[in-house]
């Protein structure tokens, strides 16, 4: 049995202790294991959705669980679970690790395991692989720290623009939750050389798409601009931005961005489940911040999450 992680490791304790759901058990972290048949282990071959708990309830459950099973629809997995196996296997792992409040869920779903190896999926003949793994973790950047305080302790992230493209739909569709990160990582480590917290990715255009973790806002005149979800994932706290904004009369547009429009922003921010809407405090050098429009939306926001969601049950 491999050594378990020193808690002091941990950005938090007690996700040293937790419970993680492995294909139909619910076991200690230092027991969640899948097989090197496996085909995420295989090729990546598997989805995956990022989903979060606020006051005993999973904020935006149905819109996770619908575009998991989409993902794995479109890449043709075999026996994948039901929405509602999928729902029932959340819920248990929260009741397992007693998680009601400030807690992050990753939910994969894999191809399975394969007779041989090999990337032929009909090698799979198993079916899916489900793990639901939820650790404590507040609303954070993506470096892991309360959303805004950046680097060198200023309010919010900084980005550089990274050298890596992000996949055009004719390679790989940003439509499909994937595994497949190395895209997003190559871009990330050039975060990490430059100093940065994260990396603004451009599509095959040279337009801006998302960054390597984060869908990208940029806020102009008063207006709320975020880029066409064509070379970026159509993110679900993105849509509830645009929701909100469509409430609340904030005027709004999906166009084309460039560097140039980033650069000379009045405000950029970033969204995504694990921090919500975080400002960007410096892309390239040049700063930008949050301003009183994403001031307003991430109040919209947590009032919104405050409100919404489905009941864990008992």
Known sequence: MAPSTPASLLPDPRNADLRVWVDGEIVPRSEAKVSVFDSVVQGGDAVWEGVRVYNGRVFALDEHVKRLLASAHALAFVGAPT??????????TLRANGMRDRAHMRVT????????SGMDPRNNQEGCTLIVLAEWKP?????????G???????GITLITSSIRRNPAQC??????????????????EANAAGADDALMLDMEG????????NVFLVRGGVVFTPFA???LPGITRAKVLELCRAHDIAHAEKRLTLAEAWTADEMFVTGTLGELTPVRLLDGRVIGGGPVTGRLRALYADLTAREGESIPA
Not at 83 to 92: K, L, M, P, T, Y
Not at 139 to 147: E, F, I, K
Not at 172 to 188: G, V, Y
Not at 207 to 214: H, L, S, V
């Open 83 to 92: 929405a509602d196996e999928v729902r029932q296997a959340i819920f248990a």
């Open 109 to 116: 779903l894999t191809r399975g395991r394969k007779v041989t």
């Open 139 to 147: 609303l954070a950047d993506t470096r892991g720290r309360p959303v």
């Open 230 to 232: 064509d070379a970026c």
């Open 149 to 155: 305080e950046g680097a060198g302790g200023g309010a």
């Open 207 to 214: 337009f801006i798409a998302e960054t390597n973790a984060t």
């Open 172 to 189: 790989l569709d940003s439509k499909i939750h994937h595994n497949n990160l190395l895209n997003n990582i190559l871009a990330k480590i």
